[in-house]
């Protein structure tokens, strides 16, 4: 690019910079892409102008042939991810200039530092504002379900395509820094149009497990020290004084390589590798961080004085684990710099040495001891604020293990395998007959020994063997490293025995043992409640096993907690938008209260996908409105897909994410979330009195529309469905049970996925609008019941919020182009969406969707013209494949897929 073009940035200092950045970009685009695809993509737009005129496929589409529809494709998709990293640029810079603006009377809003000021105001001294974030357990937990369309290759190019803009963008860059940069764009945006959208094949576990790890030794690695520092500042600045180091307040968990739930390539092959990846990578974080603690504390004996805590560990090592005399020698006046060899060294027999006995806190120790010893040496600011608190808070945040591995699987797997052994051990013939109070009869004597029902290497079937094996790697796993397993997640929880039998199962390989002194467990069992009727009914799961004494022995194990998962997904495919929500509200105030009143520790961990549809949204807003009795301090939530692609793609982004998440959960905690005085607690109360009945019209409307006999067929046969299924994103199937594609055995990500490329977004609003109008329309007093308990926030107001949010991204003129009017479902789904429309500006007393939020409303109206390009395209490649109308079947689908692809990028969203 010439210097012309890279300075044309300071020309337009006067556009907005996010519009600037997007246009620059394209620019960079048009300058390396064929001049035949801008101009193909031209006639496209005349196209789509009549469609939208006509509301139906133009027939002037089939005279594309699949090399101009895929050029077109990877240009508009192209286009909408380098929006995209725009827009993610455009956050930090926002974020940036807020911090500069920020003062102690007026902080950025959602930081760490308004946090804290809001304690500090409402009275917290430093003991209970330290006692505060010490009750903090916050817990994202990284998944490998299928919700990033994007190869990793292609995620990487984007990265280093915003790093670039990132110099481009800087006040004080040069002309020719800036120039560079540009050149460097278009490289990657070269490169990138020449490389492959789709995978040629789906990717394996231990691929999963590399991304995965990618992120948590990564960017999440460099991120958690720096809320710590953020925190600690925050608490210098309102108190005066500085915290030597805060509570472990945040930690992470991972599924990839131990969720096995419908993925039969999670083995107990695979989870064992994951650990060991795992275990390796935390380790070469730690080795990382000495070799830069070895080139900092180049501290001399002649200089400081030495702890004699740091001179007795030395000797203790010395000449052990490979240190020779020369090394002694040449450290021999850097007694830092000697210990750190010292470590380094067991460090590295850690990572394979099955014998070496160095754990991870044997780790912190010696860090510890170079903590004090500097402090010792009167050198205490760099000890508190420099690379070895960092290094701190890493070993204790990522020991040796980087995430807690947990492990799911639906509990007919469960079932299955207690049956096989019961009926091998001749205690039940045939156990998966019995009802519920039979089955937990007979799982309560076997609960009430340690004896095992069979010797370890008794012949059992297969799928037995399998789940054997893989408790037996967690045994191994957690007496080497106690930290390297979370929770055992039940999937698909209905009563008490489902979790009853994982206890028998974890007694085989000696997890679970009972003896004189009472149960030990080192793990938690989690139930994963997910359909609406299991939600409703987990009160009275709880409560039967709380004062049951076949789990009052794992509850004492487990030092009186119980972990919780709710399912969002499910629960939202089940029973349609509010129902779901209502339900998940209903539920975590229900279990919040049993738990609290049988003296249990407890913690939600919210099974949340992108979309609102899948519990997706703002995580703060999620936060503040969840029930009070729930606001413990302790939170778990999944992360997954495009969701990690994008809260870590950069430092500041994480840091971001992060910040909003414990500014939220400092606030919950504390009982500082907001005060609302007593008309607004009223104007709740009398909404909620309302919310039963919204929730049922709403599920019997959604489940009407789904249980039509004739809604599948269209469905299947109109929406690109099929092919999200095939493409290569996944390990796990695309259905939980093998079979024809049926909306029962769908998984929630194909199904939310399908309606958000067909621009209906169903799954985030349908229902809502028959529920306002046959319960709230033509009565005032419950009309403005609503309008008050928007106004006073809350859960209501973020069930309306998000619905609304959701519908505006839809766009029902281009639904139409895909499912038609002959069967009547489009015209179904229009006219629920405008009673839906109706009753949400009529309780938000706004003038259109979105008018609370015009920044999302703006960014979606300038994306829909390019998105509605490529609708029309895949339209017309689905009434292909319908027709058959092609030479090449490989072919068609890749270039289908791409369309896909393409879509999710401009939609922001998958599933």
Known sequence: MTTESASTKSATDQVPPLQRDISWLRARLDEIQDGTARRDVDRLRDIVDRMRATGAPDPEL???????????????????????????????????????????????????????????????????????????????????????????????????????????????????????????????????????????????????????????????????????????????????????????????????????????????????????????????????????????????????????????????????????????AYL???????????????????????????????????????????????????AD?????????????FGFHLAGLDLRQHSRIHEGAVADLLRLAGVEDDYASLDEEGKAAVLRRELATSRPLLARDAAVASATREMLDTLAVVKRAVDREPAAIGSYIVSMAHAASDLYEVLVLLREVGLWRRDEDGVTCPIDVAPLFETVDDLAGAKAVLEGMFGDPAYA????????????????????????????????????????????????????FHGRGGTVARGGGRAHRAILSSPVASRNGRIRFTEQGEVISFRYAMPALANRHLEQIANAMLLASSGCAGTADEASIDAVDAADGLMDQLAAVSRETYRALIDDPGFWPVFEDRSPVRFIGELPIASRPVSRSGGGLQFENLRAIPWVFSWTQMRCNVPGWYGVGTAFDRVVSGDESKLDACRSAYRAGGHFRAFIDNAQQEMARARLLVGGWYLGTADGLHPRIAAEFELAERAILAITGQGGLLDNNPVIRESIRERNPDTDLINAIQVELLRRVRDEAYDDEVEMKNVVLLGVNALAAAMQSTG
């Open 62 to 328: 089939a005279d594309f042939d699949l090399a101009a529809i895929r050029a077109m494709l990877k240009r508009l998709g192209t286009a909408f991810h380098l929006r995209n990293k725009a827009e993610q640029v455009h956050i930090v810079r926002v974020n940036r200039r807020r911090e500069r603006h920020a003062t102690l009377e007026a902080p950025r809003p959602e930081s760490l530092g308004e946090a804290v000021g809001v304690l500090h105001a409402a009275g917290f001294d430093l003991d209970a504002m330290l006692e505060t974030i010490g009750r903090l357990d916050i817990q994202p937990t990284l998944t490998a379900h299928p919700t990033e369309s994007r190869r990793r290759t292609i995620i990487q190019k984007q990265a280093r395509i915003a790093e670039l803009l990132g110099v481009v963008d800087a006040e004080d860059a040069g002309e020719l820094e800036r120039s560079r940069a540009a050149a460097g764009v278009r490289r990657a945006l070269a490169v990138t149009l020449a490389t492959d959208e789709i995978r040629s094949s789906r990717p394996e576990v231990v691929d999963e497990v590399r991304t995965g790890i990618h992120h948590l030794a990564g960017v999440i690695r460099e991120a958690v020290p720096v809320v710590h520092r953020d925190l600690l500042d925050a608490i210098e600045r309102h108190y005066g004084t500085r915290p030597v180091a805060l509570p472990e307040f945040l930690r992470y968990r991972s599924w990839i390589g131990g969720d096995r739930d419908g993925n039969p390539n999670v083995t107990a092959e695979v989870t064992e590798s994951t650990l060991q990846a795992m275990r390796t990578a935390a380790i070469e974080g730690h080795l990382e961080n000495l070799e830069i603690l070895h080139r900092d504390l180049s501290i001399s004996d002649h200089r400081v004085p030495i702890a004699g805590e740091l001179l007795d560990v030395i000797d203790r090592d010395a000449g052990r684990f490979g240190e020779t005399d020369v090394d002694a």
């Open 385 to 397: 604020g420099g690379t070895l608190a960092d290094a701190l808070v890493q070993a204790r945040t």
């Open 332 to 382: 021999r006046h850097e007694p830092f710099r000697r210990r750190l060899r010292q470590i380094e060294r067991r460090l590295r027999a850690a990572i394979s040495d099955a014998e070496e006995t160095y754990a991870a806190n044997d780790l912190l120790d010696d860090l510890e001891v170079l903590h004090r010893a500097l402090h010792h040496a009167g050198l205490a600011e760099v």
């Open 553 to 604: 022995g794992q509850l004492e194990a487990r030092g009186r907690f119980q972990e919780i998962m709710l399912g969002y997904s499910d629960s939202n495919k089940d029973g349609g938008y509010w129902a779901a929500n209502w339900r998940l509200q209903v539920a975590q105030d229900e279990l919040a209260r049993t738990c609290r009143e049988a003296g249990v520790e407890f913690r939600f």
